[in-house]
């Protein structure tokens, strides 16, 4: 590890698990001040005393505890310098646009669209102040490409994540503040490898479109959002970032 990003402060979003899990660990082994925020306050905060950061329960669709858990960043380390906008969900019930209902439409637009707006509404007036800044949403590569497996709902967050960004990334751009999404493409988190265990089937029909064959490490998700976060991507903003081992280049994968 390089310490690129030694005493900077980084908020992690969705910290108790995957990505967002292993990018903690990897901001803390670049030399990064971690403040882990999560739903799930067990494994949040240990998270966080993995790495000696600090954690903070906070559901990131609620304006309230977003304004508190930025303001309260600021207040005890003084600055911000990464937020790694990650939490999101996929629920089973979001599915079919014929079956998808609109609870679970709108549950799954709050959690994954709604919670960029407002954790970068209430983080971007601190970088401002400090002149710099690096925000990393996570949206994915279902935001660039069509899947007849539909999840309606969760497709149409990450469009609007990757649109918002873009646009924030463009407004900002001058005022020492960078705005990047990255675009994971699948990624072997604990819940998709016991779904596809169970169902083989399932997971061969998407490994086909994977030329490398196979599902991505959360290991090497975090290496790509290190890399955003860090100044080697200081001319890097409004940009789609894509980690997916080739998949939004395929035609015709190897056999
Ligand atoms: P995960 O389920 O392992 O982790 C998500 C974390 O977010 C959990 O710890 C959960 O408790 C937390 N969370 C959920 N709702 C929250 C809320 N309202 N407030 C605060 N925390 C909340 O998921 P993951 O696979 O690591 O996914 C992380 C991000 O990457 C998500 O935005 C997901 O959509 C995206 N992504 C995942 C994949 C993949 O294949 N795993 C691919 C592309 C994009």
Redesign the pocket.
């Known amino acids: 590890m390089q310490g690129r990003l030694r005493d900077r402060v980084a908020v992690v979003?969705?910290a108790?698990?995957?990505?967002?899990l292993a990018t903690v660990r990897r901001f803390a082994a670049e030399g990064a001040r971690v403040v882990c925020?999560?739903?799930?306050t067990e494994?949040g905060q240990r998270a966080a005393d993995e790495v000696g950061g600090s954690f903070v329960a906070?559901?990131?669709?609620d304006e309230a505890a977003v304004r508190d858990l930025f303001d309260g960043v600021v207040g005890r380390y003084g600055r911000v310098d990464v937020a790694f906008n990650?939490?999101?969900?996929?629920p089973p019930d979001d599915d079919s646009i014929l079956e998808t209902g609109l609870d679970a439409w709108e549950r799954v637009l709050r959690?994954?669209t709604t919670?960029v707006y407002l954790c970068c509404k209430h983080v971007i007036p601190h970088m401002r102040r400090q002149g710099r800044g690096s925000i990393i949403n996570?949206a994915?590569?279902v935001a660039l490409m069509g899947a007849a497996t539909s999840q309606i709902a969760y497709t149409a967050s990450k469009g609007g994540v990757l649109a918002l960004t873009r646009e924030l990334g463009v407004q900002f751009a001058r005022e020492g503040i960078r705005v990047n999404a990255l675009c994971?493409?699948?990624?072997a988190?604990p819940?998709?490898r016991e779904l596809f265990a169970a169902d083989p089937e399932r997971a061969a029909r998407r490994l086909v479109h994977v030329p490398m064959g196979r599902f991505g490490e959360?290991t090497e998700i975090a290496a790509a959002v290190a890399f955003l976060a860090s100044d080697d991507a200081s001319f890097m903003t409004a940009a789609q970032f894509v980690v997916d081992g080739g998949i939004t280049g395929a035609y015709v994968t190897p056999l």
Do not use: Y
């Open positions: 979003t969705g108790a698990s995957g990505i967002g925020v999560d739903v799930d494994a906070a559901d990131v669709a990650n939490a999101g969900i996929s959690v994954n919670s996570t994915s590569f994971p493409g699948p990624v988190t819940l998709l959360p």
